[in-house]
């Protein structure tokens, strides 16, 4: 329930970028050492990541055929992935 608004926001958030024709430059510009956009997007990351690693746990037992303890534990390294690599690109663009 957390995440459709953060999905709402962000797409917001993009249409209004390429709306106004805004460069990597200016967006980076307004994004620089921002705490209220670091914990948007650092909370936003940590959802998709566990709502992500959710998923492919059932994936994986359904169509992998996998036991649920494999399953789990593939998933968590993948939750995990995709929360170190989201926490990256979020301070990327928003460390001064």
């Known amino acids: 329930m957390l ?3 953060m999905i709402l ?3 917001a958030v993009i249409f209004y970028a390429t709306s106004q024709n805004l460069t990597a430059d200016a967006i980076l510009s307004r994004t620089r050492g921002s705490v209220t956009w670091g914990l ?3 909370i936003f990351v940590l959802l998709a990541a566990i709502h992500a690693s959710i998923g492919v746990r059932n994936i994986l037992q359904e169509w ?3 036991r649920d303890r494999t399953a789990g534990q593939l998933a968590v390294l993948f939750g ?3 929360l170190v690599l989201g926490l990256r690109a979020v301070a ?3 460390m001064p």
């Open 3 to 5: 995440l459709v608004p």
């Open 9 to 11: 926001v962000h797409l």
């Open 40 to 42: 948007f997007y650092g």
């Open 64 to 66: 992998g055929r996998l």
């Open 80 to 82: 995990v992935l995709l």
């Open 92 to 94: 990327a663009v928003v």
